[in-house]
């Protein structure tokens, strides 16, 4: 067995944590937590942010023939029914006419306007047709217009003040239904500019009090988006039209996939109220020991077929915990590693990460980190440890050819999370994470540090009792 080799130079660097969070008043709801601010400092917080965005990135509009006289922000950020003429920010004349014809495709999709005779989106061979009303042709356009701005990524800011603009002063409640389910979607795929992102959350902070149309609950959902997406960036290519469904609902009901444990725990207690650990660790443990995990190459580094994780991610979402169409034990590493990424709140807390690289080198001080852990952080990583210790046998090191300094390489940035945006920093602290989950496989006792809870592996993939699949408590999007 290899080990895993200390860094020949260098020291960790720690990070400073803003201490202005600490100070940042929270409130609850069943899926986590969201940032609240007092009233009158999130008004005038919108005031300055309006002016200053405003007299920035806004665009000129004028109206009137003879005498054009310039159209105030607050007009150019009300709901109308016409169509626009040009866009709302300053932007490349090339993206005019993008702009433009999205603005017409979130008026449709939010039901403020008749699907015209051609949409002028283009369909997947190219050429353009005309979407039909139905569900299907809503969700096609949503991917369409998700796919421009991924494409151009000048066009976010447009894309989120053009929807901002008609959910404001917005006189139909549908309307304004659909509209911030739109948004629950955009915040999966693509952040705004951080220039635009203090505006948004103002906006979306402000809702957060309006029940009208449900507008509270998806407001809140979208704050905790709105932070996880600028931490992630963008997307690498547009949703599938089943994602969108999903996250147009994630507000009622939340995905398994970018909460917190605690509220993970929370959604799971009605079915499986005995479970200490995500029902999600153990079925997609089992199913890559079910699968032959052990006699797979490169198990947990080679990724699974993209298509396949994302096809059993949206089926955990809903409810379904099956391995029925999956073959590939790949697949499952790599969404057992989107879980564990994709957590609101890293699995090591951040207020543990400095200790965690600067003592990396001393194993018994990381095993005596591991005690310190949050209950369930605890336990997720007893588990996810004595999984992993389960590939470190000889054997299947000789068939998997994933070393102890391998499995520690490719699980280091799912355990501990660099929250720094110096890339010097993380390049320079990923070798001590990965010295640290190294001496947490060679040396953790998983069975001796938990009196309550002891990991058991290779019960089997399927779940003894399934949950009900989840019902969504939205309206119809048709």
Known sequence: MSAIKNPASGKPIPITRQSTRQHTPTATLASGTYPVLPHDLASDIQQFVESDFARQYFSTHRTGFIFRRKVPVAQMMTWQK??????????????????????????????????EKSAGIPAHNGSTHSLPGSPVGL?????????EGLTHGELRDEIYCQLMKQLNGNPNPESIFKGWQMLCVLLTAFPPSKNFETYLRSFIQQRTTQQESRVDV???????????????????????????????????????????????????????PHEKIPIILPFLADGILALGGTKAEGIFRVPGDGDSVSELKLRIDRGYYTLESVDDPHVLAS????????????????EMYNDCITRASEPETCVELVKRLPTINRRVVLFL???????????????????????????????????????????????????FVHNLLMHLKCNQIDEDYVPMHGLGASLPSPPQPRVSKSRNRK
């Open 82 to 115: 016409a169509p626009l003429s040009s866009p709302l920010l300053a932007l490349n004349r090339s993206l005019k006419n993008d702009a433009v014809r999205i603005f017409k495709v979130i008026q449709h999709i939010m039901g403020d306007r008749e699907r």
């Open 139 to 147: 969700l096609e356009e949503e991917r369409w217009l998700l796919g």
């Open 218 to 272: 998806i407001a809140k959902h979208c704050l905790r988006r709105l932070v996880a997406i600028s931490k992630k960036g963008p997307r690498g290519k547009p949703p599938t039209m089943a994602e969108i469904e999903t996250a147009s609902d994630a507000a009622f009901n939340p995905s398994t996939f970018g909460e917190s444990l605690d509220a993970t725990m929370r959604l799971q207690e009605r079915n499986y």
């Open 335 to 350: 969404l057992l590693k989107l879980w564990l990424r994709e957590l609101c709140d890293p699995l090591v807390p951040e």
């Open 385 to 435: 440890i004595s999984f992993l210790q389960l590939f470190l046998e000889e054997k299947v090191q000789a068939v998997t050819k994933m070393t102890s300094a391998n499995l520690a390489l490719v699980m280091a940035p799912n355990l501990l999370r660099c929250n720094s945006e110096s890339m010097t920093v993380v390049f320079t602290n990923a070798q001590y994470e990965q010295v």
